[in-house]
């Protein structure tokens, strides 16, 4: 469902999850299909966009990060958002902690209950 048109990106909710997507940069390639191997690039903020409380990102470490799309490797907000990206695509998305880590955390870094903001560049499907 798309909300609005910004000069910037358009705002939409994946209707199943509720997750917040912001899209800059809208392709016409692919779509992956579950069990797909694809390419990202990403970093992750507790917060907000770009607040000091960074927790992770491949754009940092010059390495995409590469993982099959829809079986459970990743956090389900991200095989949900993947599965609706186009390669090419560029988006800022707010995963509810439910969809993210939980009430469990991760790793020390992420708390329980954290919503999550991520930018996402879907570059591949492998």
Not at 23 to 51: C, Q
Not at 63 to 86: A, N, Y
Request: hydrophobic share 35%; proline share 5%.
């Amino acid at each position: 469902m798309r909300l609005r048109a910004h000069s910037q990106f358009f705002i939409s909710v994946l209707p199943q999850s509720k997750i917040l997507i912001l899209s800059k940069h809208t392709r016409t390639g692919s779509k992956p299909s579950p069990g797909s191997n694809v390419k990202a690039h990403y970093t992750g903020w507790l917060d907000s966009f770009n607040s000091d409380k960074k927790f992770d990102s491949s754009y940092d470490r010059s390495k995409p990060f590469t993982f099959r799309v829809g079986t459970g490797q990743v956090i389900k907000g991200w095989d949900e958002c993947v599965l609706d990206m186009k390669v090419g695509e560029k988006r800022q998305v707010v995963i509810p902690s439910n969809l993210g880590y939980g009430e469990r955390g991760a790793g020390g870094i992420i708390p329980g209950g954290a919503t999550l903001y991520f930018e996402m560049e879907l570059l591949a499907i492998a």
